[in-house]
């Protein structure tokens, strides 16, 4: 079957700091992966994506590489802002489907 | 370009009372989904519709849950008699292509 497996959270970071928050994924055929973010009191918006392996998707400084070898897309971001505290989705979408199937979501908290 | 729209923002019932969630998807996008939020986890597929026609419902509670969209527009999901475990955030989205979702804020339902 499908599924997501995000790296449990909360995280919490101080400003500027390296993030990573790891997303690992069980599929048929060659998915399609996704990050969304989710800020307080908004709904879901897609942060980046990657449709095939060796793509790397970004978007606002965070990035993301698809890995077959490893069914792995960990979210990266070399220096974090209070601003990114939101609760982050792995998602993947399998060929021929158009439905996501979503991890458990990951916390962060960015402090001063 | 307005977003997804849904109604109520919140609600409270008491169980085994009914309750109707509306959603207005953007504008001329064909594919409507509903998800289910329950809180901790990730989002997870209730049903989608092509135009006024159900792609996929094979996660919907049917015993209690409904879903309809006519005229291929807005939908309303309802779910009756509702119980305790059904406490979660109902979330819309809605999609031109199948590629590219856009989700609205959704619905933060609490049954006591």
């Known amino acids: 079957g499908n599924s997501v497996t995000q790296m449990e959270g909360p995280v919490t970071l101080s400003e500027e700091a390296f993030l990573t928050i790891n997303c690992t994924y069980t599929?048929?055929?060659?998915?399609?992966l996704f990050w969304y973010v989710q800020y307080p009191g908004e709904g879901l918006q897609l942060l980046l994506k990657?449709?095939?392996?060796?793509d790397k998707g970004s978007n606002k400084g965070f990035e993301a590489t698809y890995r077959k070898e490893t069914t792995s897309f960990h979210l990266e971001k070399g220096s974090v802002q209070v601003s990114d505290s939101a609760v982050y989705f792995c998602?993947?979408?399998?060929?021929?489907?158009?439905?996501?199937?979503f991890g458990t979501g990951t916390r962060l908290t960015v402090i001063p | 370009e307005a977003g997804v729209a849904q109604s109520p923002r919140y609600k409270i019932i008491e169980k085994r009372q009914s309750v109707a969630f509306w959603c207005n998807p953007i504008?001329?996008?064909?594919?409507l989904y509903w998800y289910q939020q329950i809180l901790g986890q990730g989002p997870k597929l209730l049903i989608q519709f092509q135009n006024n026609g159900v792609v996929d419902d094979s996660q919907l509670p049917k015993d209690r849950f409904s879903a309809e969209r006519l005229k291929g527009v807005d939908s309303t999901l309802k779910i009756q008699p509702a119980k305790l475990e059904d406490s979660a955030v109902y979330l819309c989205?809605?999609?031109?292509?199948?590629?590219?979702?856009?989700f609205g804020s959704g619905t933060r339902l609490t049954v006591v």
């Open positions: 990657a449709t095939k392996a060796d």
């Open positions: 504008s001329g996008h064909a594919t």
């Open positions: 989205a809605s999609s031109l292509d199948g590629a590219g979702y856009t």
């Open positions: 599929a048929t055929g060659y998915p399609s």
């Open positions: 998602a993947l979408r399998t060929p021929g489907a158009n439905n996501l199937f």
